[in-house]
């Protein structure tokens, strides 16, 4: 079946922005997170979804980041007033239902702000 | 925080050769999983081992884990070139929030 899908691919955008980046988990999967990686680094957490509700975001790294999932299928992640150091690639998961089950990643965003 | 590491940072290996790396945490785990990524792009589901498991097997692949060092190891035998990827290893924190080390960049040597 279809695996998690991530739109755009890249985006490019200008310090002080507004970007919105699309995740379209595993049908089926209740359970979506989203995570941001640098470069050289492994990804880190931001938030995790359990249906419709964000279960924890304590991972978001301040208020200029908001994500939603007001279906409990697709997520979108929203950033404004963008920063330079905003600048990653931006990885979905998805899980059939969350705890200990395993994560699937999408392809990524690659987010540069310029 | 990231709470895994992976050791070592780099290897490059001849195709046919195996290639071992180690993952390093720091606190009690439900599960270990390993993850590849090709060109710094989405991340591929490689095998998970429970807390409960000594080693698991999936293919190529031979994971060990060791909760009493809090440490695993990924086995690759026979590398072939299309095993050129970064390999994290990554723990859940609190059942759902994984934790990612930093990689380790395997260059396999036609």
Redo the contacts between chains.
């Keep these: 079946g279809a695996g998690v899908s991530q739109t755009p691919s890249n985006k490019v955008t200008e310090k002080g922005k507004y970007v919105e980046l699309r995740c379209d988990p595993i049908s089926g999967h209740t359970a979506l997170y989203w995570y941001r990686q640098s470069l050289g680094q492994g990804p880190e957490f931001l938030i995790y979804f359990q249906g419709t509700g964000a279960a924890d975001d304590s991972g978001l790294p301040n208020d200029r980041f908001f994500a939603v999932r007001p279906e409990g299928s697709v997520s979108t992640l929203k950033i404004q007033r963008t920063e330079r150091g905003d600048s990653a690639v931006y990885l979905c998961a998805s899980s059939l239902e969350g705890s200990t089950d395993t994560q699937y990643f999408g392809p990524g965003t690659r987010l540069t702000v310029l | 925080s990231?709470q895994?590491e992976e050791d070592p940072q780099a290897l490059s290996i001849q195709e046919g050769e195996n290639a071992t790396m180690n993952c390093s945490y720091k606190t009690s785990i439900?599960?270990l999983?390993w993850?590849r990524q090709n060109s710094?792009?989405?991340?591929?589901?490689l095998i998970?081992i429970?807390s409960n498991e000594r080693e698991k097997h999936s293919g190529r692949l031979r994971v060990t884990l060791d909760t009493s060092k809090k440490s695993s190891s990924l086995l690759i035998t026979a590398s072939r070139a299309a095993d050129t990827a970064s390999y994290?290893c990554?723990t859940?924190?609190n059942?759902?929030?994984?934790?990612?080390?930093?990689?380790t960049t395997v260059t396999v040597r036609a």
């Design positions: 990231q895994g439900n599960n999983q993850y710094g792009r989405g991340l591929v589901h998970l429970r994290f990554a859940d924190v059942d759902y929030k994984l934790s990612f080390g930093a990689g």
